[in-house]
């Protein structure tokens, strides 16, 4: 397997790294990807010393994850799918990251907007997975398309959730409308470029839209351990406060907010609204 390397900071410019985690075996809790041998498993984690972005030093195929293994080394099948799914969605809301995550988002569209109403937010949620986050937007009445690149995840929303589907690489997609709102749910960490990814938005946004990006939290995690489902190998980036405002400005977005929480998964988050 080709080892990725990182000699240049994508987002400071920065050459000066730390190391901050070795593993010579998956952490607990880690999916296992068929195309990863354990006996070969080793990778790094490391730290840009001047933005703090944390990269993934790894020996994962990109083009076998995006390709549908990662749901279906988690999944198995379209009926795992269909099993998460029902779990995750009858999770009382004071313990679901994606209710809270929908409060939020609503909220802030409503302070912007005091002639919101759902049905007027036409909304694209970019890598949906399993769908739980489109599938809530259009229950609460927004008008809601689920992309991703994954025919399983996408069968999974068209006919099992019956939420309107665009099967595609993202950075293959062709905007057929102008949305008001675009989200990356834990999307950007996944993709070796996060500021082409972000940037590529740009073109399905109309004039007053907003996008919404959640990201692992490093700076946070690092002082629980190595064990942090924050620097799974699956996460080629883990971000700092400052390296998210980076990605922001890269990208060609100015940044309306930018917070951070531990969610009631536990997960360690950075949340933003761009414009």
């Known amino acids: 397997m080709k080892k990725r390397s990182i000699t240049q900071c994508m987002f400071c410019g920065s050459t000066r790294f730390r190391d901050v985690f070795e593993y010579v075996s998956p952490p607990e809790g880690e999916t296992g990807f068929n195309f990863i041998q354990p006996s070969t498993y080793h990778r790094q984690i490391i730290a840009c010393e001047v933005c ?6 790894h020996q994962m195929e990109l083009l076998a994850l995006y390709s549908g293994e990662y749901n279906n080394s988690t999944y198995q099948d379209v009926a795992g799918m269909h099993r998460t799914f029902e779990h995750i969605i009858a999770l009382d809301p004071e313990k679901s990251d994606n209710t809270g995550r929908c409060n939020r988002i609503e909220s802030f569209l409503r302070e912007r907007d005091l002639k919101h109403t759902p049905a007027s937010y036409r909304v694209l949620d970019v890598g949906s997975g399993l769908g739980v986050f489109p599938y809530a937007m259009a229950k609460r009445g927004y008008d809601v398309i689920a992309l991703d690149p994954d025919p399983k995840a996408m069968e999974h929303i068209q006919d099992y959730l019956k939420i309107p589907t665009l099967c595609s690489d993202f950075f293959e997609a062709t905007p057929s409308d102008r949305y008001n709102l675009i989200t990356f749910n834990k999307v950007l960490e996944h993709v070796a470029d996060p500021v082409a990814m972000l940037r590529r938005a740009r073109s399905f946004l109309n004039s007053r839209g907003i996008v919404y990006i959640e990201l692992p939290d490093g700076e946070l995690a690092q002082n629980e351990g190595s064990g942090r489902e924050e620097f799974f190998i699956d996460h080629l980036h883990v971000f700092s406060f400052v390296s998210t405002a980076l990605l922001i400005s890269c990208a060609g977005f100015s940044a309306l907010e930018i917070e951070r929480l531990q969610e009631p998964s536990t997960k ?7 414009t």
């Open 268 to 274: 360690f988050t950075l949340r933003a609204f761009l």
């Open 52 to 57: 703090g972005h944390f990269y993934s030093m």
